[in-house]
């Protein structure tokens, strides 16, 4: 059963900062693994999806990279902003199963 | 193109009613899922539908049900709430081939339905 886990469970960071959030899963056969940002009271909204046969994503100041054989995928966030603060949270599927989130970071840019 | 619709925003209910909250997925998407996200257990998986066909499950209580109509839309049901039940309930659609239902496709989630039972 795929698990997913998440830490920092938060993080506070001065604006401007370079930042890396943490996913890791049970599972290394996934098909692939998305992040996604929650907004306060929010849906989700999908920053970047690696599939299975990727390393690493990249969208503006997002990289995302994922190693399956250590079951970790880590977000990197450049130059962070106040407008970042949302909770982060990163999902894995394997196989024909739903997706399986974890927990998420909530994320603090202070000015 | 709009995205995922959920309705209604809000809902209050009380103990022991049951409440049906909607979702329109993205034109041309046919697959749509259910989540509950609650502060204690985070999002977890309810229900999947591809066709007007559940083929995904979880692990939730028969009080909870749904259904998809052959223009995608989707709906969700929950009898005699308890007061467990207060979450959010999002809706993703995906573009989803007939077979391998999760590769390689990204879920779109609507705002979702703040859910409070008294």
């Known amino acids: 059963k795929q698990e997913v886990t998440q830490i920092p469970a938060a993080l506070s960071v001065p604006e401007g900062e370079n930042l890396v959030l943490n996913c890791s899963f049970t599972d290394s056969a996934i098909y692939n693994l998305q992040w996604f940002r929650q907004d306060p009271g929010k849906g989700l909204t999908s920053l970047l999806l690696i599939q299975s046969s990727q390393r690493e994503q990249t969208s503006g100041r997002l990289n995302a990279s994922l190693d399956k054989s250590s079951g970790r995928s880590t977000l990197y966030i450049a130059a962070s902003q106040p407008g970042d603060s949302a909770t982060y949270l990163c999902?894995?599927?394997?196989?024909?199963?739903?997706?399986?989130f974890g927990k998420g970071t909530r994320l603090s840019v202070i000015a | 193109k709009a995205g995922v619709t959920q309705t209604p925003r809000y809902l209050i209910k009380t103990r022991g009613q049951q409440v049906t909250l909607s979702c329109s997925p993205i034109?041309?998407?046919?697959?749509v899922s259910w989540y509950q996200q609650t502060p204690g257990q985070g999002l977890q998986f309810l229900f999947e539908y591809f066709s007007e066909t559940q083929r995904n499950k979880g692990n939730f209580p028969g009080r909870f049900s749904g259904r998809q109509f052959s223009n995608s839309r989707s709906e969700m049901n929950v009898s005699t709430l308890e007061l467990g039940d207060s979450a959010l309930y999002l809706c993703?659609?995906?573009?989803?081939?007939?077979?391998?239902?999760?590769?390689?496709?990204?879920?779109?989630f609507g705002a979702g339905t703040r859910l409070s039972v008294l």
């Open positions: 999902a894995a599927n394997s196989g024909n199963t739903p997706l399986v």
């Open positions: 034109s041309g998407h046919r697959s």
């Open positions: 993703a659609s995906s573009l989803q081939g007939a077979e391998s239902i999760w590769d390689k496709n990204i879920q779109y």
